[in-house]
């Protein structure tokens, strides 16, 4: 394969994670290495950014701010929900894109996200050979819903889990702090896939965790569930239930909808949006029982609570920049980089190569197999799964007692 | 003051923090060590286990289970919201207290709470030195909202700090992640004083926290919050607010009541049970302005998030525990440890002693002069005060990645 030079895009999209910066961070710092890649452009809230021509020269950023993109939670370039239409259809947008790569003279196009970015990056990718400009594109996973078709587990997922199964036992510590019974049910993200739900049976694992965890793998039957709570609560006199956003009911009607003031909206992909779910069942179970009900939303924390991220993680998601620009440098293209776990014990996680194609829009669920019968519950083939992606701990430099999160400068690119 | 010898009783009191197993591993492992207390009880569900007869013999637990408390959440033993009727009208509480105390030997008892619970233990004292029950009686403070009088800070408050200013960090940056535009709303623990909420203003000293902060100090006036939220969203495209949960309006009505749906009840002090605050005021936004809002609950993590408390906290909760044994023996009695800062820079704090009938049921508020003019943000002397109880992380061991927490046996006491 001979030599491509040029400048490279990086774009970071969807749903941000505690270590998708680290991901870009391993994406950046290689190509400002690579003797290929003549400039390293970040993209101001993924393909918008390349659509609004803002981007911005990370040669102009201090190293050391950008060696602590590697445990600053969130975006640092921005992100977007954007949807690229059918080409067929619409080709708008990739008229756009292709021009501003031959203004750039961009020849690499790194795209760091989930399902959806995926199909993005495909397109892009696709399309680029379709009008034979040659670019090398390459996505780089991320999620923290560890749904991504092909890959042993995703960038971002370790972290939320990691804080999911932490913040599971600190709250099980609280909720068992008095005698007068109480039932605690946590919502936890994840809209088709239960993984990051799941993650809190790592914290029951350790013998602090919830007594009863329901995945939206399954279908959800408020009678069922219910009963299971009142067993539990007869029982111990408290239980706690942890519940994934997503869990609807066998016709695939959400069970947050099922609040009379909870009416659903859907973003610009078509999913609805979810929320409020932790409120409606307590407040079910409340009127049902009588017993006293408490209800957690983890929220945002769970995708962005940096302090709390898995060391696994954090190396893995900067391997996965690291390895999407070497091997683009090295000729591949349309491909995203997965990992694949050549050993459980020790744990050893190496990179692989998929075809876009093959992950866009595919999504993976939790192995019915991992769930327990009555589907309340994870299976220990589940804990040997997610148990080696939350450890160790972040280096995350202090100030003060806080954080010292990256700063950047963001200084336009031109031509 | 001539020695007491007896068995003490360690209770734990009123809402959990992360730090109030760090005060009882204090007292209880001095009092282990001393040589005129002859034994050393906890008593299950603070002042609950004592009428009930159900107290722990702490010297049958393992000492580096004991040890452990130090970095582990809530309270080990049990805490409880019992409150003490007044001695003249009904002394069926205190008369079964006395009966308990001589059946062990009592002689030392610590009392390890907040507002309410330096009430119980102040009318413990009284009632003991009424009846002339040689007992040396001492309150252990501890409360997140940190509202007790005569103490620079309470236990507790430096950990829930630490975390609402980490937390209101990872919001900041997950909050600018898009360029569409969002109104964040974060609701804060503190039923009357505004301390726990303020601490979100060490993000924004940080450089990444709320742009407005409302403390239930001063009056909440519903649409100067709309025109303060919409100023800073014109200006900036986003904006995040930080509320505590119990503002209230001009009339005293908790803003948390103004959702048609939320019914405010009340707990076994009278105080209203607050909740939903957040998303009342974000489905009051979003209906008064279309903007996308989020709303955001830290809800019991803010209490119990012992893997980013304090180390300054930790030390210093473990140092009142102690202190409370040791001035016991000494021969003081009636008092609770306070803190007073002797040196702001470098910080310092030294224990005192204050009376308990002193303490008993006075709220401390943020000092008017350090919320700016417009009542929707703090100012320097409250950074300068509150900066330092965050510093220093806990040494919390690890397994597995996730916290190893103190397990205690709690082996019955016989006599």
Redesign the interface.
């Known amino acids: 394969m001979s030599e491509l030079r040029g400048a490279c895009i990086i774009g970071q999209s969807g749903g ?1 994670t505690s270590v998708i910066n680290a991901s870009a961070y391993g994406a950046i710092r290689t190509a400002l290495d690579s003797d290929s890649i003549t400039r390293v452009l970040g993209a ?2 993924g393909i ?1 950014g390349v659509l609004d021509d803002v981007l911005y020269d990370m040669s102009k950023e201090d190293p050391a701010e950008l060696e602590r993109l590697k445990y ?4 640092a370039l ?4 954007y949807k690229l239409a059918d080409p067929d259809e619409d080709d708008t947008d990739y008229k756009r894109i292709l021009e501003i790569f031959k203004k750039y003279d961009v020849r690499y196009f790194f795209y760091n996200g989930g399902n959806d970015s995926m199909d993005t990056c495909n397109k892009i990718s696709k399309y680029m050979m379709k009008v034979g400009y040659e670019c090398r594109v390459m996505g780089i996973p991320k999620t923290i819903d560890n749904d991504l078709f092909g890959t042993d587990h995703c960038p971002g997922y370790g972290s939320a889990a ?1 804080y999911v ?3 599971c ?3 099980f ?7 007068t019974g109480q039932i605690t049910i946590i919502e936890i993200m994840g809209r088709h896939a239960g993984w990051l739900c799941a993650a809190s049976a ?2 029951t694992h ?3 965790g919830p007594d009863l965890i329901y995945l939206p793998e399954l279908a959800f039957d408020l009678d069922t569930f219910l009963k299971d709570v009142m067993d539990v609560y007869n029982e111990k006199g408290k239980c706690i239930a942890a519940v994934s956003e997503g869990i609807h009911d066998k016709d695939g009607k959400f069970i947050s909808e099922y609040g009379s ?1 909870l009416a659903s909206t859907t973003d610009s992909f078509g999913h609805a949006q979810l929320g ?1 779910l932790a ?1 409606t069942l307590a407040s079910i179970v409340k009127e049902k029982t009588g017993a006293k009900v ?1 209800d ?2 983890f ?3 769970q ?6 991220a ?1 060391e696994v993680d954090i190396e893995e998601a900067f391997m996965a920049g690291k390895v999407a620009v070497e091997q683009a440098v090295a000729g591949v293209t349309d491909k995203m980089v997965a990992f694949e776990r050549t050993s459980q014990d020790p744990y050893k996680c190496e990179p692989k190569l998929i075809d876009l194609t093959v992950v866009a829009n595919v999504e993976k669920k939790v192995p019915r197999e991992w769930i327990n019968e009555d589907g309340n519950g994870l299976l220990l083939p589940f804990i040997d799964y997610a ?1 080696p992606l ?4 972040t280096k995350l430099g ?6 010292r ?1 990256a ?1 950047l400068k963001k200084v336009r690119a031109t031509v």
């Open positions: 941000p101001a809230h918008k600053t939670p969130s975006s921005g992100s977007c929900r990691k199964a932490t913040s036992m600190e709250v510590h609280d909720a068992n702090v008095y005698d790592l914290a350790m013998g602090a003031n409020g409120a408490r957690i939303e929220s945002l924390l995708r962005c609570a940096a302090h709390v898995s148990l939350i450890q160790g701990e202090k100030e003060h007692g806080l954080p999160f700063k």
